[in-house]
DNA sequence: GCAAAAGTGTTTCGTTTACACCCATGC
DNA sequence: GCATGGGTGTAAACGAAACACTTTTGC
């Protein structure tokens, strides 16, 4: 029996917590792993996370942890299991509750926080330390499980991002092809996107003298299109109102105060 | 600080277990509660479960108190999540690992197995001990979640059950209410049901004439379906055999080895 | 014989899928 | 100017939902 201070009738295992942090690269999911300096498993590769402290929740603890060994601070962590295996731990009995986290895409590609904090795409993942490797897998199956029914993923993109970007996003963490039209289509159809107005800085001049150019392209083609209901500038019709000019792809975010109150409604139901 | 000869450098949590057993009635959802004998909370109800002992996992652990207290040997026992509040026990830090577990009609009908064991409809609980309300809600949550998607309703049902049982218990974990017909188109589509053959009673040549010809013509009908991959024995092409013969109502049983071959492949889907 | 519950198909509707072309941008 | 990727509509197929009557059993 150890020596130490604190003291109890029947022995207690020592709890605690782990962070699955996942990112998002704009192309693969990536999880961020921090190396072990001491042993066991010296040199390994492992979750952020550490004991829990005596006055503070298993959440607390885990986003205590996860900030002092990697500097990020996350609003999203979800608890989804506890592993209790008896000797997952050579030095003594612990039990570690787990949690997965969001990073947005900015901490990913901003490369590492921490001294010893690293990403890895979730394909490539070193051997890890005590049985992490069956708590990512855990992990993973539970944020693709997740994924379908909660909005989580805005959580790994920026404040505003774009629908390519959101479906690569879907397409790597399901490991699926979504059609681009279909995808679409559904996301708007959920509600819970909104259409960012992009910021319209300098020359109002230029942005006229674009629209004309466009108008005019759009009557021509209109006869070539036929039926085609295009978004284009209101076919002939309109005057000088509407304006496409995209730039480099629509930007959306996510609007939480919508989806709240979606939510609420009894027939409302978000799939993916 | 405690006294005791179970000593750490650091205050280490007591670890529990808490079990949320489901039951079901034939109408009504229940739940098996215990009346608490002791202080805190005497005289209070709250779910069976205990300390963890420090050479067993929290599944190992549960199951044990489960069956100290109540007497069950239940077969699903599912961990849906751990709660840490700082003061959720007065008398230390107590994190619990908590777990339901499904009950089959019989031992809900059959009354309480042990002295202080009592089920109640889900409807109506007594005020329960600790956090035990927080946690039935987030147990009812998770079997609601998982309902949907697995098949863990048979363990509330006997080994064999009707149609209209199945779908009574259906309806009243998710609230909501199924047309007959639709129920049973879904439920046999599913290809996870088996229809009993009635017990077979006298006449055991009755059996295995029945038996050889469901050979035969699986045999027959393997040329016939082609590339129809039919989890049926073989319904369709039997001519003679059928007799409806409806007695209290079609008994079905849960196939699970057939679940298992149907998850593997890639587009099955099991939804409700 | 009457009331209550089991059993069974078809039609309608909505959702999901599959699919092609134009435009803008960067090289 | 060419390759890459963003943006858009429609038709066909499929699955879900709505719906009524007959049979059996227990009272």
């Given amino acids: 029996m150890e020596e130490g201070k604190y003291c109890y009738k029947y022995p207690h295992p020592a709890v605690t917590t782990d962070c699955v942090v996942f990112g998002f690269d704009g192309k693969r999911l990536n999880i961020l792993l921090i190396e072990r300096g001491g042993e066991p498993f010296k040199g390994c590769w492992a979750f952020p996370g550490g004991f829990m402290n005596i006055d503070e929740t298993a959440e607390q603890g885990a986003m205590r942890e ?12 979800k608890q989804f299991g506890t592993f209790s295996a008896v000797n997952r731990d050579p030095r003594e009995r612990v039990v570690t509750i787990a949690f997965y986290a969001l990073a947005r895409k900015s901490y990913v590609q901003g490369g590492d926080d921490a001294a010893k904090a690293q990403w890895f795409p979730i394909e490539d993942v070193p051997p890890l330390a005590f049985d992490h490797d069956y708590i990512l897998r855990k992990a993973t199956e539970q944020l693709k499980k997740d994924i379908h029914f909660e909005p989580i993923g805005f959580g790994l993109l920026d404040e505003q991002f774009t629908m390519p970007e959101l479906q690569r996003l879907y397409e790597s963490i399901l490991g699926v092809h979504f059609d681009r039209r279909n995808f679409y289509k559904k996301m708007l159809q959920t509600g819970i996107l909104e259409e960012s107005e992009e ?4 020359s109002e001049t230029q942005f006229f003298g674009e629209h004309k150019e466009m108008k005019s392209m759009s009557i021509d083609d209109l006869f070539g299109r036929s039926h085609h209901d295009r978004h284009m500038p209101a076919p002939s019709a309109t005057p000088p109102t509407e304006e496409p000019r995209r730039r480099k792809g629509t930007k959306f975010s996510f609007n939480k105060e919508r989806y709240e109150r979606l939510k609420e409604d009894k027939n409302f139901r978000l799939e993916f």
Same sequence: chains 1, 2.
């Fill in 66 to 77: 996860l900030c002092e060994e990697t500097g990020l601070k996350l609003e999203y962590l």
């Fill in 199 to 202: 910021e319209i800085e300098e």
